[in-house]
């Protein structure tokens, strides 16, 4: 089933027309993420497009989840460049996370210092009350949802 999903996105010509799929990045279980080439800018881009059964109410909550993170200006989150819906699938072209997720961060180094732990945790908490300012709220909040982008700077992602 992923498999098929994942081929049948990657062939809607609505969703290439813009973004060039390079590889699957990852996956959960309503989404998958693919790293791209934004056709316009030859920007290396992260693009995560829904998989499965999604109402238009399910959609529509992506696409305004998009909307309000694509408006955010801080360095705690990913930078969202575009979004809509191809073939009923919602979609989310953001900012390439290279650094990793905190996950994989904690599987390779095992401990953190207690100055490394401030200088991550404090710009994620930083993010998160940019977040609740703004009236969203991160409701999966787990090291796998931490990833660093541009600089090792950790960000808040997967709303």
Known sequence: MFDETAERL???ARF???YHPEALIGFGGSAVVYRAVQRSTRRLVAVKVGIGRWTPEL???F???ARTLSSF???GFLRVFDF???AGQPYMAMELATGGSLR???EREKRFSLTEVRDLMVPCLNALHACHEAGVVHRDLKPENILFGEGGRACLADF
Do not use: N, W
């Open 59 to 61: 959609a529509e909550r």
């Open 84 to 86: 809509g819906v191809a």
């Open 10 to 12: 990657l062939s809607d």
């Open 104 to 106: 994989t961060r904690l």
């Open 73 to 75: 200006r801080h360095p």
């Open 63 to 65: 696409v305004r989840e």
């Open 16 to 18: 290439i027309e813009r």
